[in-house]
């Protein structure tokens, strides 16, 4: 039988009469719970010796055999009189000692509280105990709050429970559990500190507006942010929604942590980043994003829009494409990605795809950007940079651009790269752009009104139309006191493979590729008081270079052009200058100066005599020199280049063939020749590189 110590009694237990003193001779009956009907107790834990009924006590006042068991799980009465069967007490429901208290740990543990009955010690050194129920709740699940999570039954009250009973303690963390959620009626509005959501998919199939989570809308917050979480939206929703922000244009969200996010198919904005400081925003995708019919006034993928000043943060790793579906609906104002930046952003690793604003805008500035990947199908730029809206910049902005590839496909009015700004104001100041490179589109780069800024390593091919990289003074603005420094365009067929208009700007090893007909220059720089330094580039037709200004300087120019100038001054009232050991190609008219201002180029000391109608051989005993023909030829005449008299490496002829010297023959310069002076009115120039002689220069007198 099973039996269990007994409460009244179990174990050497001493009864005492109402005086204290010991129960000498004492009479304890048992009975069944409420009733006078004899209950057996027992002597031992076997439970196969029953006491007498009553138990008689020994002189001490003690059960003779020590010891009183009861039935499991039965309930006793017990009655204690004296010897002379006076009543002591009795006792109704009494049940084994270990049945009772673990019965009513049990009750405890099971009741609402009972969490708070045990303890909590973390690992570790220093750590603080507490209770497994204030550890429990410092997360929270929306399944504790009512939701289903099954993705089809509406858990909006039951996520808006959680996160209210968040905001009463002040914080914490809730865990969607990886569950999906439909949260079709209310957005969630957060205006308070350090409350965390994370792992959970949300889902809206119906026509609510604005952001399904918003954070900072009415007051600043701290702390706090969004981990592995995501959303599906209905990109039919024409009020425009979105799935979460944080900050907003009047108030800061500081110090948050956004990872892991992915929005899919929300018509108007995916991810919305407002005013505050010191966040970091990792691993966001926004997918198929976009209104697909009707019209909506901006349709953003993942935007960046701070009105306060904003120490900013750090961005990684963000991805965004408009939906095919809204590129064929034309909405106004789209792009995968737009940045109306926080002072001193960094960002790396931003992937954007079509938008008829701009795939990726960025808007006012500061900091530095790297790693950038855009893809345009559509209108306007692949990638757009500038003071677009002055109000939106702060003060010191400093901005770099470091890495990017633009691809641009072959519909519609759109460009690789473009800068720009407001009117009156400059696009960029004091910033750098490099190591960048594209293909496609009618221009690959066009930048307007820049000042004081570095653009570096940039290369674009296959442009299919009109100039591909261009600097252009926008307004009352021109483009000043730029650095242009390995700058090559392969392509176009219009205007300027590489156009440039800037002043006072240093242009050094850039370079452009005509690769069919029609073009009027390959490289065509406008502007006064640059310095051109090693310039290489080929045209198929027309000029090879056009310079348009005063008192720009051209050194060692390596120039081809088929059929027109290598190098062309159309206009100028003051001088320019083309100096250094050049080589220009033995095709076309050389170089021209149709302008007013003198062109000055490396002139040669001293000019010899009067060739006459013979040939010549130039022995270098005269050193650096003008070759003369001024009298009419009867046949062809050499002027044959001696490398045997100790010409020196950067030894420079020139031969001239005057007005006078006519007749139909040449005048052959060098071996080969170098160049075939056919025409009267015509030079050219020659430079030893040590090895041999090369042409450097030739064009009109």
């Known amino acids: 039988m099973a039996v269990n110590f007994s409460p009244v009694g179990g174990v050497a237990a001493q009864f005492f009469d109402n005086n204290g003193d010991p129960l000498s001779g004492g009479l304890l009956y048992s009975y069944a719970s409420g009733t006078t009907t004899p209950l057996a107790t027992y002597t031992t834990v076997v439970g196969d010796v029953a006491h007498t009924n009553p138990i008689i006590l020994d002189s001490a006042g003690r059960v003779p055999s020590g010891q009183i068991w009861l039935t499991d799980s039965t309930a006793y009465k017990v009655t204690i009189k004296t010897s002379a069967d006076v009543l002591v007490g009795s006792y109704d429901g009494i049940i084994d000692s270990g049945v009772a208290l673990v019965d009513a740990l049990r009750a405890d543990l099971v009741a609402p509280g009972g969490s708070a009955l045990v303890g909590y010690l973390p690992a570790g050194s220093g750590a603080v105990a507490t209770t497994v129920q204030a550890k429990l709740r410092e997360i929270i699940s929306f399944t504790g709050f009512g939701a289903i999570g099954n993705g089809s039954t509406d858990d909006s009250i039951a996520i808006t429970a959680a996160i209210a009973y968040l905001v009463s303690i002040g914080g914490g963390i809730v865990d969607g559990g990886g569950l999906e959620y439909l949260q079709n009626t209310g957005n969630i509005v957060i205006n308070s500190n350090n409350i965390t959501v994370r792992n959970a998919r949300f889902k809206r199939t119906g026509s609510a507006t604005g952001f399904m989570w918003a954070w900072a809308t009415t007051a600043d917050t701290t702390g706090g942010g969004m981990l592995n979480c995501s959303a599906t939206g209905n990109p039919l929703t024409a009020g425009g929604s979105g799935f979460v922000t944080f900050g907003s244009t009047s108030y800061k969200a500081n110090k948050y942590v956004l990872n892991g996010i992915g929005a899919d198919s929300f018509s108007q904005y995916g991810v919305g980043i407002g005013s505050g400081d010191d966040w970091v925003i990792t691993n966001i995708t926004v997918t198929n994003h976009g209104l697909t019919v009707g019209s909506i006034a901006s349709c953003i993928g993942f935007y960046l829009f701070p009105r306060l000043a904003s120490s900013g943060g750090k961005l990684n790793n963000i991805s965004a494409q408009i939906s095919d579906a809204c590129v064929a609906n034309v909405n106004a104002n789209t792009a995968a990605v737009k940045i109306q930046t926080h002072q001193m952003l960094v960002a790396n690793n931003i992937r954007a795809v079509y938008g008829s604003e701009s795939a990726i805008s960025i808007d006012?500035?500061?900091?530095?950007?790297?790693?950038?990947?855009?893809?345009?199908?559509?209108?306007?730029?692949?990638?757009?940079?500038?003071?677009?809206?002055?109000?939106?910049?702060?003060?010191?902005?400093?901005?770099?651009?470091?890495?990017?590839?633009?691809?641009?496909?072959?519909?519609?009015?759109?460009?690789?790269?473009?800068?720009?700004?407001?009117?009156?104001?400059?696009?960029?100041?004091?910033?750098?752009i490099k190591n960048g490179s594209g293909t496609g589109g009618i221009g690959a780069l066009n930048f307007f009104s820049v000042k004081d800024c570095v653009f570096e390593n940039l290369s674009f091919a296959d442009i299919r139309l009109s100039a591909a990289y261009r600097s252009f003074a926008a307004n009352s603005l021109p483009s000043v006191n730029n650095i242009y420094r390995n700058v090559t365009i392969r392509g176009g067929t219009v205007t300027g493979v590489l156009a440039l208009e800037t002043t006072n700007s240093l242009i050094v090893d850039c370079g452009g590729v005509q690769t069919v007909g029609g073009i009027l220059s390959t490289i065509d720089i406008a502007g006064s008081d640059n310095q051109i330094i090693d310039m290489t580039m080929s045209s198929a037709t027309n000029n090879a270079l056009k310079v348009t200004g005063d008192r720009n300087t051209i050194f060692d120019p390596r120039l081809a052009s088929v059929t027109g100038r290598s190098i062309w001054f159309p206009d100028g009232s003051d001088d320019n200058v083309v100096r250094g050991s050049g080589n220009l190609a033995t095709t076309g008219t050389g170089i021209l100066n149709s302008g007013t201002g003198n062109l000055f180029y490396d002139q040669t000391p001293t000019t010899s005599a009067d060739s006459g109608d013979a040939a010549k051989i130039v022995q270098w005993t005269e050193g650096d020199r003008t070759i003369i023909y001024a009298t009419p030829i009867s046949a062809n005449r050499a002027v044959t280049l001696s490398t045997t008299t100790g010409v020196p490496e950067g030894g420079k002829i020139r031969v001239v063939r005057t007005a006078a010297c006519t007749g139909a023959f040449n005048v052959n310069v060098g071996t080969g020749p170098l160049k075939a002076l056919a025409t009267a009115g015509t030079w050219c120039d020659v430079e030893y590189d040590g090895v041999a002689w090369f042409l450097s220069g030739y064009g009109l007198l």
Do not use: M, R
Not at 391 to 399: E, N, R, T
């Open 364 to 432: 006012s500035p500061s900091g530095v950007i790297s790693n950038v990947y855009v893809k345009q199908q559509a209108a306007n730029a692949g990638l757009s940079v500038g003071n677009y809206n002055p109000a939106h910049a702060f003060s010191g902005q400093v901005f770099t651009l470091d890495g990017f590839f633009i691809e641009v496909g072959t519909a519609g009015n759109n460009n690789g790269f473009t800068i720009a700004g407001a009117d009156g104001v400059y696009s960029l100041t004091g910033c750098t």
